[in-house]
């Protein structure tokens, strides 16, 4: 079992933050480890487990289950794609930010910060317009591709190359435009950008309940490398949260 604490976490949420990775810790274990957490004032714990928890040893540690976390892989002689891509053109400063950042939160409807409702829905906003920003300004991306409908962005995706390999962010496709092929032509041009940088491997993480984003990475070649179990444990309730539904 491995525990760290989160310094940008901690600092984004006003509290500290730590993770839990399971690996083959027993419940009596993780209890110990939640235990001294607690007594050093931690607020959320991020638990990581390669399975699911039993039911017994998730009530008793309250871990409440927030993701199925897919990471989807494939290889560099399978990127290369002559998909046409008619809508589909790099981000340029004077596209409307607005309808961007609106996107990127509308793509964060599964993550695990909107799914559990005792993280407050400012922040789980906040973190999604940050990602979008710091995308944007090339602090956490190196491109972001936009999809227009009528000059109007509809659709996104920002890539970066992490050594050798390539790594898709954000993906998004307004409600209103899907079933237009518009997420395909993105993942595809996100491909066609790794291809051009020679990396080893591509990589997109989604989660397993978003069925709709599945399929697309599935339909465009990407294959499934790993599945992980998120918990969150509220060692503190936190004010602003949201009701439970």
């Not at 709709?212 to 599935?218: F, N, P």
Request: glycine share 6%; net charge neutral.
């Amino acid at each position: 079992m491995k525990v760290e604490s989160l310094e940008w976490d901690s600092q984004f949420l006003g509290a500290p933050v730590s993770r839990i990775v399971a690996e083959d810790a027993s419940q009596r274990e993780l209890a110990e480890a939640m235990a001294r957490l607690r007594a050093t004032g931690v607020r959320l714990a991020y638990l990581f487990a390669d399975g699911p928890l039993a039911p017994a040893d998730a009530g008793a540690l309250q871990a409440r289950l927030v993701d199925r976390k897919v990471t989807y892989r494939m290889e560099a002689e399978d990127l290369p794609s002559t998909h046409p891509l008619p809508a589909v053109t790099p981000y340029v400063p004077a596209m409307p930010q607005a309808e961007l950042e609106r996107l990127a939160i509308e793509s964060g409807k599964y993550s695990r910060f909107h799914v559990d409702p005792r993280f407050p829905e400012d922040k789980f906003i906040a973190l999604y317009v940050q990602w979008l920003r710091k995308s944007l300004t090339g602090e956490i991306a190196d491109a972001v591709l936009v999809a227009t409908d009528a000059g109007r962005p509809v659709g996104l995706v920002t890539m970066a190359q992490s050594g050798p390999a390539g790594k898709i962010g954000l993906v998004a496709v307004d409600e209103a435009c899907r079933g237009r092929g518009l997420g395909r032509q993105l993942v595809e041009a996100a491909k066609q950008w790794f291809a051009s940088r020679q990396v080893s491997h591509a990589e997109v993480v989604t989660q397993q309940d978003n069925v709709a984003a599945c399929r697309l990475y599935e339909t465009c070649g990407f294959r499934v490398h790993a599945v992980q179990y998120v918990y969150h444990l509220w060692l503190a309730t936190p004010p602003t949260s949201r009701p439970e539904a």
